[in-house]
């Protein structure tokens, strides 16, 4: 013999001889991997690194079409391919042909400098990703679970509890 609703209705004043919490798990949703990547970053510094990668595009084009003397000056005389070697440099990879020139030296360090420090920045929030609880949930009371229409799994005995609880349709 269960205590069931019904039968509590009618031993009011007596002591309760035997009680079981309801336990409710909800499915939990995670993020997807498209999700996960862009979660180191806000969305305004995302904004600010693709800007900065179209200029340099942009700088790159206007030195290499419109302004061919100073090629050399700016990109290098033996760099074949600048924009693979901007994308190679962004990414940390190895580059075949450096520039001779200084001031085209300094503008490879500078931004290599500049993209060692925003992998290192993405790696940290990554890691800090890692360690965090990435599981989205939005359940926080019953009643969310009627608005979200959840499918409400319980033993035969419990059933009267949860038609109490407005949970009669599930």
Same mark, same amino acid.
Do not use: A, G, H
């Given at each position: 013999y269960y205590a *069931?609703? =019904?039968?509590c209705k009618y031993m009011a004043c007596s002591q309760p001889y035997f009680a079981v919490a309801i336990t409710i798990i909800v499915p939990q949703r *995670? &993020? *997807?991997? +498209?999700?996960? +990547? +862009?979660v180191p970053f806000k969305l305004g510094l995302w904004i600010a690194l693709a800007l900065l990668l179209f200029i340099a595009i942009l700088v790159i084009a206007i030195?290499?079409?419109k302004i061919k003397f100073a090629r050399n000056f700016v990109i290098g005389g033996n760099v074949r391919n600048p924009y693979l070697q901007m994308i190679t440099a962004f990414f940390g990879n190895s580059s075949g042909h &450096? =520039? %001779? %020139?200084n001031f085209a030296r300094f503008l490879l360090m500078t931004f290599i400098l500049f993209a060692l420090i925003i992998r290192t920045v993405y790696i940290a929030g990554l890691f800090k990703f890692l360690q965090a609880d990435t599981k989205v949930t939005s359940i926080k009371s019953v009643n969310d679970l009627v608005e979200n229409e959840y499918k409400i799994y319980a033993l035969s005995h419990f059933v009267s509890y949860l038609e109490n609880m407005g949970l009669k349709s599930r």
């Open positions: *069931t609703y =019904p039968n *995670t &993020l *997807t991997s +498209f999700q996960k +990547f +862009f030195v290499e079409y &450096l =520039p %001779r %020139r």
